[in-house]
């Protein structure tokens, strides 16, 4: 491939893939309403599509890891974004829940399989302590789309239909396809290819015990952000009455945290351990997560004292994902996209989970959304203290050797 005179920084366009994942879901979140009208449902079977997406993106990514490990990141990364785009487009035109769901699972599918190459690409590229850098890096750009998503998709409501969202989507992934195309390069070359089946990459990332719970770790802390994205609806819309138009404003204020929490991470990284600092983050979440629950169960359960302890919930990511990520992916090169595929599926099943478990316990009072983000931080804690352990009994652990596996 002809090197393009203008060369876009990497973290930027993984930023840009990335952002699929935000954008399919939280451009449409101020649309709820109006597709529970539109489809003869309501809001809350409506938002079971959240959990359908989730799922679907957990599908792509168990799928396109070991394939990119296999064949490079490029044709992986290109069929998804097609596919993406084919679902994208068949969604302006549906006219059922069924439908809905369905068709959020097929664009779902592509956004994991091409989504699932970024960490991956960066594993290609860094080591060390480079990897949470620049995964942070990745990051904080990225936060950019779940800022603007809800206030892209209440703009889009207010001069259009709900299905102009599905479009605008579909126009993206085409965007997307041009520019990586020209810009950017294979980072898997031939000869580090995994010549043996896809599922020994998953084998290799399962039997390392420090990895396996750091990944459960970031999976069960990524899951409170899941619940947070699928009840936001109803907590801010139903329960505090908010409008619309604020709704995109409420939602971006955690966002807001999360970049910050991720610029911050970059610095001190200069001065701590990824290990270090993301263990500051799940107990940062723990803490607040628990706070909230307090505050559901008392009278004084006001947007005034909710909105900063959300903030700071969500924000915790920002010290959690990269540094974790980091810590795992430096056991893994030749199968980076096993290992990326892998924390993907779990992080996304679990998250997907959470969110059914959310609308299984749901009786319209803001009490199990907060008992599940609790849930959710409690077990992250759990396994941060055994993959602590673990790591301090075992020996040789800057290497996936024998010591470090079972």
């Known amino acids: 491939m002809t090197t393009p005179a203008l060369r876009l920084p990497l973290p930027l366009l993984l930023a840009m893939l990335?952002?699929?994942?935000?954008?399919?879901?939280?451009?449409?979140?101020?649309?709820?309403?109006?597709?529970?009208?539109?489809?003869?449902?309501d809001i809350h079977h409506v938002e079971l599509s959240v959990s359908t997406f989730l799922l679907g993106f957990a599908l792509g990514q168990i799928t396109g890891g070991p394939l990119s490990d296999r064949v490079g990141r490029r044709p992986?990364?290109?069929?998804?974004?097609?596919?993406?785009?084919?679902?994208?487009?068949?969604?302006?035109?549906?006219?059922?829940l069924d439908g809905l769901l369905l068709l959020r699972g097929l664009q779902a599918i592509g956004g994991g399989l091409a989504v699932v190459n970024s960490t991956a690409i960066v594993r290609d590229n860094f080591d060390g302590t480079d990897i949470a850098k620049v995964l942070s890096m990745v990051a904080m750009i990225m936060m950019a789309a779940p800022l603007a998503a809800p206030l892209l998709g209440s703009l889009v409501l207010s001069f259009s239909g709900w299905r102009s969202i599905f479009g605008i989507l579909s126009a993206y992934a085409a965007i997307l396809i041009a520019i990586l195309v020209w810009q950017l390069p294979e980072s898997h070359p031939p000869h580090r290819r995994v010549k043996r089946s896809p599922w020994?990459?998953?084998?290799?990332?399962?039997?390392?015990?420090?990895?396996?719970?750091?990944i459960l770790m970031l999976a069960s802390a990524y899951s409170g952000m899941f619940v947070f994205i699928t009840a936001s609806p109803y907590l801010y819309l139903?329960?505090?009455?908010?409008?619309?138009?604020?709704?995109?404003?409420?939602?971006?204020?955690?966002?807001?945290?999360?970049?910050?929490?991720?610029?911050?991470?970059?610095?001190?990284?200069?001065?701590?351990?990824?290990?270090?600092?993301l263990a500051a983050g799940i107990v940062l979440q723990f803490v607040s997560a628990l706070a909230l629950l307090l505050l559901a169960l008392s009278p004084h359960f006001e947007l005034p004292w909710v909105l900063p302890l959300l903030m700071i919930y969500v924000g915790s990511l920002g010290l959690i994902t990269a540094n974790t990520m980091g810590t795992v992916m430096q056991y893994f090169r030749d199968v980076a996209g096993?290992?990326?595929?892998?924390?993907?599926?779990?992080?996304?099943?679990?998250?997907?989970?959470?969110?059914?478990?959310?609308?299984?316990?749901?009786d319209h009072t803001p009490v199990p959304m907060m008992e599940v983000s609790l849930?959710?931080?409690?077990?992250?804690?759990?396994?941060?203290?055994?993959?602590?352990?673990?790591?301090?009994?075992?020996?040789?652990?800057?290497?996936?050797?024998?010591?470090?596996?079972?």
């Open 18 to 41: 990335t952002a699929i994942g935000p954008l399919s879901i939280d451009m449409y979140l101020p649309a709820m309403a109006a597709m529970a009208g539109s489809l003869s449902s």
């Open 76 to 96: 992986v990364i290109f069929l998804g974004l097609i596919l993406f785009g084919i679902a994208s487009i068949a969604l302006t035109y549906v006219s059922s």
């Open 200 to 214: 020994a990459g998953y084998a290799t990332v399962i039997r390392h015990r420090v990895a396996r719970r750091y």
């Open 238 to 277: 139903e329960h505090f009455g908010q409008s619309e138009q604020i709704f995109p404003w409420l939602f971006g204020a955690n966002v807001v945290v999360i970049m910050l929490m991720n610029r911050l991470n970059i610095f001190w990284l200069r001065f701590w351990s990824p290990q270090r600092l």
């Open 338 to 362: 096993s290992a990326t595929a892998l924390m993907g599926v779990i992080q996304f099943s679990g998250g997907a989970l959470a969110g059914l478990l959310w609308g299984k316990l749901h």
């Open 375 to 406: 849930l959710t931080a409690s077990i992250a804690l759990i396994f941060l203290l055994l993959a602590r352990k673990a790591s301090h009994s075992a020996t040789g652990q800057n290497s996936p050797h024998a010591s470090a596996t079972d």
